[in-house]
């Protein structure tokens, strides 16, 4: 049975503890993103801040993705073996 992204999203956030880490972690990042862009102006630290921000929410969202990859080729049995 073949299940969309967001199924999948939602299985892994109950059934794998990393999983669920970096999704917190995803979310503690664009809460905090959302603070500094809901400012008029940002000071050179602000700004820097968010340009790092922005590096690790996507490094912590590369990493869900390959777990979900990961889930995927298991459930397929297509996972690559040498």
Do not use: C, W
């Amino acid at each position: 049975m073949l299940h969309n992204h967001e199924d999948l999203r939602r299985e892994l956030a109950q059934s794998n503890p990393e999983f669920r880490r970096l999704l917190d972690e995803h979310a503690r990042y664009q809460t905090r993103l959302a603070e500094l862009q809901g400012k008029a102006v940002l000071e050179d630290n602000e700004r820097m801040e968010t340009v790092n921000l922005k590096k690790q929410k996507l490094h912590v969202k590369d990493q869900m993705e390959r777990i979900l990859q990961e889930h995927i080729e298991k459930m397929s049995g297509s996972g690559v073996r040498h």
